[in-house]
């Protein structure tokens, strides 16, 4: 189903830092610096940010009382970290199969992307991915007149990658090169519940589904911003506190972007903060989302 289009979220929306609960900060954070190449940006109270450059892609926060989520609970699939280009990519999956080659698990080419996955040593999920060009992507007409993006689940080998596009300069300006948070992809209780949620109040659109089993949303036509999928969490209800996920960030360009959304969670009845640039709020598993003005 569509949403009008004064109800849709902008065109020029980003994915911002993803909070993660932390059990062993150490660990952790090596991992995530040695294993995707990432760098302290800004270090606090609240833990450390990891980042390209100047731009902090995970924060870390130390949780140590809390206990793992069980495989079965709502909360994170994975975080999709978005590379500039193949050879970027093949840097990052190269560090991250070195690091611990236990931790891969498994790739793809969705025919939009190529993709390789790992999990980190909390057992959050990791997407590694490279967009291809938007003039490949394909979109159909859906059921009800909206547009869907044809996604697939292709064999990609990680040798034959590596091979193509690995090389010694990519490697060498690894920490240089730019990367950004793509989507996040969720597990949830149920996809008529997400898409009520994600698209007829938040304002994302619904660009693929899969059989009832997945949905994936975006704003200004992208493949996909957020997904939600039950293969783990069919009819997991609110989410305790645990490690994993602790926030995910929305960026919007402007202040009467987050006015906008506040009018339309309030109408939703949704429970919500709003101090003026941002707004924070919890989806029906109790996700915590922020939105803010980039």
């Excluded at 760098?39 to 926060?61: F, I, M, W």
């Excluded at 236990?102 to 980190?120: K, N, Q």
């Excluded at 906008?260 to 709003?274: D, K, M, Q």
């Amino acid at each position: 189903m569509t949403t009008s289009s004064q109800d849709l979220l902008s065109a020029d929306l980003s994915m911002g830092t993803v909070m993660l609960k932390v059990g062993d900060m150490k660990n952790m954070t090596t991992y995530y610096q040695q294993a995707l190449g990432l760098e302290p940006v800004a270090e606090g109270l609240g833990g450390v940010y990891l980042g390209r450059g100047s731009t902090p892609l995970v924060h870390l926060a130390p949780a140590a009382g809390l206990q793992l989520p069980s495989r079965g609970e709502a909360g994170l699939f994975h975080t999709a970290f978005l590379f500039e280009d193949r050879p970027a990519l093949a840097a990052t999956v190269a560090t991250a199969a070195q690091c611990d080659p236990r931790r891969f698990a498994g790739s793809a080419d969705h025919l939009v992307s190529e993709a390789f996955y790992f999990t980190d040593p909390e057992g959050n999920g990791i997407e590694l991915y490279f967009d291809k060009p938007r003039e490949s992507w394909e979109w159909t007409r859906s059921a009800d007149g909206g547009k869907e993006v044809r996604m697939d689940t292709l064999a990609l080998s990680p040798q034959a990658y590596l091979q193509q596009n690995l090389t010694e300069e990519s490697l060498a300006k690894q920490h240089q090169a730019g990367a950004a948070i793509g989507h996040v992809h969720l597990q949830v209780g149920d996809t008529e519940t997400a898409e009520e949620f994600y698209v007829r109040t938040l304002g994302f659109e619904r660009t693929a589904g899969w059989h009832g089993q997945a949905i994936f949303v975006s704003a200004g036509g992208y493949h996909h911003h957020m997904a939600m999928n039950v293969w783990n969490s069919r009819g997991a209800g609110p989410r305790k506190d645990t490690l994993g996920l602790g926030e995910v960030l929305i960026q919007v360009p402007a202040e009467d972007e987050v006015g906008a959304l506040t009018e339309r969670l309030t109408a939703a009845g949704v429970s919500h903060h709003h101090t003026g640039a941002e707004l924070r709020f919890e989806d029906p598993w109790r996700n915590q989302l922020r939105v803010a003005v980039a």
